[in-house]
């Protein structure tokens, strides 16, 4: 009963924000502010680049609602706008992508409904073992178990076809699978 209100109360504030509501935009804010932050932390190497971007992002997805032009999901578009700002930052300043390297022990990153394998680790280990995987396989990872996304929404997100998105994942898995193995 609580996922049905609280999917018709996102709905309710998914119409008011089309129109411009601010505090229907302070509810979403509210909701991915921590998600968000946590996506953007791990693919930067501060927690103030991580703190500034994350406020850029809903600046920008506040932009994008004033001037009116549509958003069909706002779970997708917000990630595609953090995904966009992650790689635009590394642009300007002209650095190689830094995934993962930096994570705080203390910082809770994994959410409860993230990924589980069969081998019992905890997540920081999990997360140093997604480290060794390549970029790409990081970020489908990360928001398919880190941030429980859909393989729709990856596929908006990273701008790939699903059955690529899938294949991703698939493959991603296996090798982590393989270096968690390879580590016992």
Do not use: C
């Amino acid at each position: 009963m609580n996922s049905l209100k609280s999917s018709l109360q996102e709905k309710i504030a998914f119409l008011k924000l089309k129109s411009g509501d601010s505090d229907a935009f302070a509810f979403f804010y509210d909701k991915y502010v921590a998600r968000i932050y946590r996506f953007v932390l791990i693919k930067v190497s501060s927690k103030q680049i991580a703190e500034d971007l994350t406020q850029e992002i809903f600046l920008k997805v506040w932009q994008h609602l004033v001037d009116k032009k549509d958003i069909k999901s706002f779970q997708s578009f917000i990630f595609r706008v953090a995904y966009n700002s992650v790689i635009d930052h590394y642009r300007q300043n002209d650095r190689q992508e830094l995934p993962l390297d930096y994570i705080n022990e203390n910082e809770d990153l994994v959410s409860d409904d993230a990924l589980t394998l069969d081998d019992k680790i905890d997540s920081t280990a999990l997360l140093e073992k997604i480290r060794e995987l390549k970029s790409e396989y990081q970020e489908v990872l990360l928001l398919r178990y880190i941030e429980s996304l859909s393989i729709d929404e990856i596929a908006e997100i990273t701008q790939k076809e699903k059955n690529n998105v899938r294949v991703l994942i698939h493959r991603a898995l296996s090798k982590l699978k393989e270096i968690i193995s390879n580590n016992k």
